[in-house]
Structures are given as C-alpha cells and as structure tokens.
C-alpha cells in the first residue's frame, strides 16, 4: 500500500495512506467485502441505499437511482488525539465503513431485523477501521495561526474523500467496478469535533443568559432560545428562519463533502457521538451521583471517613460485576476516581476537570472506561431495588427509575444491529424520555437539599437531540438508523493503538515510520 506525500501550507511534507489506495489494495487481495462485514458486496449495498432513501431522499449519492448505488459504500470519517511520542498528543485521521461484521453483545431481540446490515463493532479494528493519517501536536502549528498545518492537513483529508466519492476502478472477481466511498458523515467527541470541524456552537461557548450557542444543530442558549430547558430549541432547526450555519466560512469537509445540502443537513454531517455523549456523558454523571447518593442517604454505615466508606461501595460493586459476569476496569473507589474532592463539588465518573467555583483543575483523573459506567448503573440499579421499600424517600425512587431508564436505553440499542425494529425503537424513545425527565428532577430534588449533585451538562441537550432523531423516523414509519452507529467507542479503540505505535518511532519520521508500523498490523489482521 503507497503512502502519498502532501504539502502543507506549500512548505510541509506530510504522509498518508489515500482512501484510493486502500480500496485499491482491498480489491487486488480480495478483501472488498471487508467494506460490508463479509457480506456480499453489490447486494448489500443496493439493500442499504433502499432503505437509506426513505431517510435521506436527497443525498447526492441517490441522485441517479438506488442501482446506481451497488458499488457505493457508505462510510463514516473519524479523528481525535490520542498519546503518542513521549505522551504527547497526536492527532489520528481515518475512516470507517458503516457496514460491518455486527455488534459485539448480538442482535437477540429481533435476529431477523437487520436485514444484512449489521453494526460496525466487532472484530479487530485493524481490519474494520481504516487509517488516513497521524499528526504529532508539536507539527499542528501555533495556536495564533489557527493550527495551520493541521487545518491544511483537514483539507487534504476532505479533498482525499471528494476524490473517492467518485469512485475507483477496481476488479472484483471476473468484472470491472467502480467503487464509490460515500462520507455519511463524521464522528468524533465534542472538542476534536469542534476542532476538525470549525464548529462555533459548542459546549465551550455555553453561557448566562446566552452567548453563542451550545449546539450546532440547533440554536439552543442563543438570542432566538436562551432557555433550552425546555423543547423551544425544536423550532430552531432545520427548515426554520432562525437556524444559521454553525460556522463562519464553509469548513472544507462540508464543501467538499455535502455537495447539494442545505445548510442544516451540512450541519449533520456532525455526527452525535453516543458513547461520549451517555458513557463519558450524562450517564457518567449519574453514575458517580449516584454512589454518593448512597453515601449521603445512609445506604452504608455512616462510621468511618468518605474514602472508607467508598471503599465498602466498591467492594460491593466488584462482587456484584463478578455475580453478573461483567467485565469492571476500575481497581477502587475514592474521591479523586469520582470527582468529589470537597462536599461543594459535583461528583461524576468521566473523564474531566473538576468544576468549583468557577476555576478548571484539568489533572483529575476518573474512571476512564466508559464500559464502567454501565455497570455502576446496573449496580446502583440492583442496589437500590433490593434495598428500597414503599416508604423511601421519592429522592432514591427516582434514582432507582433514572438507572433503570439508562440501562433499558442502551441494553436496547446494543441488542439491535444497524437497523431498529419499530417495537424497539419506540422503547428506546420511551426509556430516553424518561432518563431525561427523572435526571432533571433529581437535580431539582437535589438543588433543594442544597447539595451539589446531578450536574446538568450540554450533553444532555445531545442527548435529547439523539432522541427526538428517534421519534422522527418512527413518525416516517420507515427504516429507522441505530445511533450506535455514530459512537466512537471502537474508533477510540484504534487510535489508541496508531498512537502506541508512535510511541516507539522517531521523531524526526514520527508520521511516515507509524503508518508503516501500521500497515505490518494490518497486513497481520487480514
């Protein structure tokens, strides 16, 4: 597999691994159904585009007809930093097919539904993810020049992806094809988002009473809805007066990207990230809520100091991950993992900084796994069933029916391939509702106790925007899309590894030595 030199800014060589080449290098070893988790490559595709047109009807890729889309691969682009030479960041480039090889807990609740479509989770990431490029922080450029060397690297990138959009000729078996990758989308978490994306509406702009807008899809916390509380920011989206482009020039991955597209379905492009947006997200700062909560109510003996106490939740928590066979990464509870410091700080179980008094202390360090939050969400769930009766307080009912709405929210999602059967998909909508509504209401019982618990974050507008998605396509009465498929989880899987390898290179060859490393990996996963 080549690796095709770009230059940057006119003065900067830069390697990568052209999305061409690779499909290329597929076909010439017969691995094209790589590109459709081992199915059958034009059936699939054609099957996909079928459904896909009764979501989208205008994409571009559908404009001559759905047979002309047998050799169109839907795929999804992806980058975010991970640690690399001397633990410093790098930014990882790549792309994915959406189609891949199923989800990792299997489709029981409906085996039939997925009609050949399955989720992009299992398997190796070296075979189900495809790497673009790897760039060291210290080549990005400097802050005051906006990054130039990583921006002209974004541009490449898209105009990379223009290129395969128009197709490869390759052969597959005795005929000769034309392969088209067609970018649905990109997904990332919210910063390297905002990054990539040269969005201007983002958590980093959240403010009193509004500022510039916390949600590129919507005009939630600006002038035309300061107050998001509610459901006023659903008439600031797509086909309203009020909506405006989250940018101030077209970022080249959405003009080269979403020829035809009105300026709201560019904005989708962005994609929503389930798993930083519920794992590292709102569902984090339940589940370390949570567990104080069962400290503050008296649910544990009160003797001792909070770190032993924790130390009795935890030992619990491990026996009750070892009774129910799940996998828990986390080695103890203590302050620092749960991001309580101090009584007046809000507690939570992501990876952030903690927030007191309007100051950042960036160092603290959590539970980093977000597979670890769902199961402190079984656990409190468990817990409070078993030791809850008719005359507890409503604060622990509620908790108890906010866990519950969280874990029937994600159990069902991660049971279901690419396509949600109806049925499910109006369990989902019920249990997110829920989750939302009884989360808000702990916050309000807790903001009444005068304690800091159960932090309301952007994400949780994220949240609901994944859900009224939801409710949408179950009113269209068509197919409707699993959002697992824009979660990052086996995305952060792969750049973890691309950034390891770029731990043992130099660092004069730092890019061009760990795409080598990385095509030895991937020739061994083939």
């Not at 802050?143 to 990138?157: E, I, R």
């Not at 070892?322 to 009584?343: A, D, I, Q, W, Y």
């Not at 498929?485 to 770029?502: A, P």
Request: aromatic fraction near 10%.
């Amino acid at each position: 597999m080549p690796l095709t030199t770009k230059k940057l800014c006119g003065d900067r060589d830069h390697q990568v691994i052209s999305p061409v080449d690779y499909v290329r290098e597929l076909a010439a070893n017969n691995k094209l159904e790589n590109l459709t988790g081992g199915e059958p490559l034009k059936s699939t595709l054609r099957a996909f585009w079928e459904r896909f047109q009764y979501l989208r009807p205008d994409h571009p890729a559908l404009a001559h007809g759905v047979e002309a889309c047998a050799c169109s691969v839907p795929i999804l682009l992806f980058g975010d930093e991970g640690r690399a030479l001397k633990k410093q960041a790098a930014m990882v480039l790549g792309w994915e097919p959406m189609l891949g090889f199923g989800c990792m807990t299997h489709c029981t609740d409906d085996p039939e539904s997925h009609h050949g479509h399955k989720l992009n989770f299992d398997g190796s990431t070296y075979k189900t993810r495809m790497l673009y490029t790897i760039m060291h922080k210290k080549t990005y450029g400097s802050k005051k020049s906006g990054n130039k060397y990583l921006m002209s690297l974004v541009d490449c990138w898209a105009s990379d992806h223009a290129e395969a959009m128009q197709g490869v000729v390759v052969q597959h078996g005795p005929e000769t094809i034309r392969v088209h990758l067609i970018p649905v989308g990109i997904k990332c978490d919210w910063p390297a988002l905002v990054k990539l994306g040269q969005i201007k509406r983002s958590f980093y702009c959240d403010a009193v009473p509004h500022g510039k807008g916390i949600c590129h899809l919507c005009m939630a916390n600006t002038a035309a809805c300061p107050d998001y509380s509610g459901d006023g920011w659903k008439e600031t989206m797509q086909h309203s007066e009020a909506f405006t482009a989250p940018w101030d020039a077209v970022p080249a991955l959405v003009s080269q990207l979403c020829p035809g597209l009105d300026e709201w379905q560019q904005a989708a492009f962005y994609r929503l990230d389930l798993f930083h947006i519920c794992h590292k997200g709102v569902m984090a700062e339940l589940a370390g809520s949570g567990l104080v909560t069962l400290l503050d109510m008296r649910l544990y003996p009160a003797r001792g100091s909070f770190e032993d106490r924790l130390g009795l939740v935890y030992e619990d928590l491990k026996s009750f991950a070892k009774s129910e066979k799940l996998t828990l990464h986390m080695s103890g509870l203590t302050r620092t993992l749960v991001r309580f410091p101090e009584n007046d700080t809000y507690p939570s179980g992501y990876l952030g900084a903690w927030l007191k008094h309007g100051q950042q202390f960036s160092s603290c360090m959590t539970w980093f796994k977000g597979a670890d939050t769902t199961v402190v969400l079984k656990f409190l769930a468990s817990f409070l069933q078993a030791n809850l009766g008719p005359d507890s307080e409503d604060y622990l009912k509620c908790l108890l029916q906010c866990c519950q709405a969280g874990n029937k929210f994600l159990s069902i999602l991660y049971h279901n391939e690419l396509w949600l059967p109806s049925a499910a998909a109006r369990k989902v909508v019920k249990h997110g509702n829920m989750f939302v509504y009884t989360y808000k209401r702990l916050a309000s019982m807790a903001y009444a106790r005068a304690m800091t618990r159960y932090l309301l974050i952007p994400k949780h507008h994220l949240f609901k925007h994944i859900v009224l998605t939801l409710e949408e396509q179950l009113k269209q009465k068509g197919p409707i899309l699993n959002p697992l498929c824009d979660s990052c989880q086996m995305c952060e899987d792969f750049i973890n590894k691309i950034s390891t390898l770029g731990r043992s290179v130099s660092q004069q060859k730092f890019c061009e030595a760990t795409l080598l490393q990385y095509m030895l990996c991937v020739q061994r996963n083939w």
